[in-house]
């Protein structure tokens, strides 16, 4: 398998995978919605796409990620983790060639002053052999929900 591009996504909202440009490092402002743990909560939409070439039927690849930060692993049904630093996720393609893509969010929340970065390393495998990585920076606003202005239901820092 060849996979000849990486990059990060962007959306309108209801639509995902075109790629702007690389981006590693990711504002976390609510712009958007997403449902987590059954309810529907201000985040920011990111993730990960990439042409493949020559895959086999039911091509699987295992991501596992760590940060620096810690946070909850939410799903649109349940909470998974109330607070992890590190995980995997894997997902499957194929056969042939195609584009793929992998969406992600972050819930909008604040940070301490100075603590607004929040450090992520993503390192993927097939077969057990490494085929791509990338390091993210989420930067969370400092402000608390008192000082934001709703527009329309969507926080605006």
């Known amino acids: 398998m060849k996979i000849p591009s990486l990059g990060w996504p962007c ?12 981006q ?41 990620w760590i940060n620096t930060s810690g946070g909850a692993e939410v799903n649109p049904f349940e909470t998974v983790n109330e607070l992890t630093y590190s995980g995997t996720f894997a997902f499957s393609f194929g056969p042939g060639d195609g584009m793929f893509f992998w969406p992600q969010y972050s819930i ?18 097939h077969n057990d052999k490494k085929i791509f990585a990338f390091d993210r920076v989420t930067v969370r606003p400092v402000n608390s929900e ?5 527009l329309d239901g969507v926080f605006e820092p």
């Open 108 to 125: 909008l929340g604040f940070s301490e002053p100075g603590e607004e970065r929040h450090y992520s390393s993503t390192v993927c495998y």
């Open 24 to 64: 590693t490092e990711i504002k976390i402002t609510g712009q958007s919605t997403c449902v987590a743990d059954e309810e529907e909560r201000p985040c920011t939409w990111y993730g990960f796409t990439f042409r493949y070439k020559n895959a086999s039927p039911h091509t699987t690849i295992v991501c596992r």
């Open 11 to 22: 959306t309108d909202g209801k639509t995902f995978g075109l790629i702007c440009f690389e």
């Open 146 to 150: 008192d000082e934001l202005i709703v």
